[in-house]
Nanobody, 113 residues
Framework: QVQLVESGGGLVQAGGSLRLSCTAA????????INWYRQAPGKQRELVAG???????NYADSVKGRFTISRDNFKNTVYLQMNSLKSEDTAVYYC???????WGQGTQVTVSS
């Protein structure tokens, strides 16, 4: 099973940027589809962005043009670059390995207005 560890969350002002990282312990990561989800208080978990092993990406409409997902297979890491952050981006962000249904522990992102 692929173990995932997220990092990079924190407190930022609206309009600012953060970069989240999701690192896996195993090389199988390189062929895994990795997704970023988020869950705000009182809301359902939602898909934010995903990237396949081949590098194909997809984004939720709410983050298109502001967030960029990328991967570095040599480092077994997927990144989520978040720019122009809004208060509604406040949530716990989780990474997920699609093929194994593995989840990380989550990292808190708080955007102050």
């Amino acid at each position: 099973q692929v173990q995932l560890v997220e990092s990079g969350g924190g407190l930022v002002q609206a309009g600012g940027s953060l970069r989240l990282s999701c690192t896996a312990a195993r090389s199988i990561f390189r062929i895994s589809t990795i997704n970023w989800y988020r869950q705000a208080p009182g809301k359902q978990r939602e898909l934010v962005a995903g990237i396949t092993g081949g590098g194909r990406t997809n984004y939720a409409d709410s983050v298109k043009g502001r967030f960029t997902i990328s991967r570095d297979n040599f480092k077994n890491t997927v990144y989520l670059q978040m720019n122009s952050l809004k208060s509604e981006d406040t949530a716990v962000y989780y990474c997920n390995a699609y093929e194994t249904s593995t989840w990380g522990q989550g990292t808190q992102v708080t955007v102050s207005s």
